[in-house]
C-alpha cells in the first residue's frame, strides 16, 4: 500500500520549533514533489509548503515565508517541515501528500491523518 505518514506535531509556546516528518512506505519519494498541508477546524486545507522531488524548487504560503523550511532526505525517504518562530495561528493538523510528478503541482495523492500542531502558551 502507498502511505504517507506525517509525525512530529505536538504542544509548543508561542515563538517555539517544532519538526515534522513525512514517511513514505510502499513506494519511494525520488520521483515526486511532497507537500505539506494544513487544517484547523472549521477551515479549508491550506497549502503550506511544497519541495519538487529533485529539492531545488521550494514554495511556502505567505503566512509561514521566513518561519518554515521544507527539506527533503531522499534516502531516508523522509521530507520535514521544520517549523520556527510558531504562532498560535499555525495551530492545525497538518498533512502531507504525494503530488502526480516532481514539479510542485495539484493532484495530491495518498493523504494521511496528519498529525496535530498546537502553538499555545
Known amino acids: 500500500q502507498l502511505q504517507l505518514v506525517a509525525s512530529g506535531g505536538g504542544l509548543v509556546q508561542p515563538g517555539g520549533s517544532l519538526r515534522l516528518s513525512c514517511a513514505a512506505s510502499?513506494?519511494?519519494?525520488?520521483?515526486?514533489?511532497i507537500g505539506w498541508f494544513r487544517q484547523a477546524p472549521g477551515k479549508e486545507r491550506e497549502g503550506v509548503s511544497c519541495v519538487s522531488s529533485s529539492g531545488d524548487i521550494t514554495n511556502y504560503a505567505n503566512s509561514v515565508k521566513g518561519r518554515f523550511t521544507i527539506s527533503r532526505d531522499n534516502a531516508k525517504n523522509t521530507v520535514y517541515l521544520q517549523m520556527n518562530s510558531l504562532k498560535p495561528e499555525d495551530t492545525a493538523v497538518y498533512y502531507c501528500a504525494k503530488g502526480p510528478s516532481g514539479l510542485c503541482v495539484g493532484g495530491y495523492q495518498h493523504w494521511g491523518q496528519g498529525t496535530q500542531v498546537t502553538v499555545s502558551s
Open positions: 510502499g513506494f519511494t519519494l525520488d520521483y515526486y514533489a
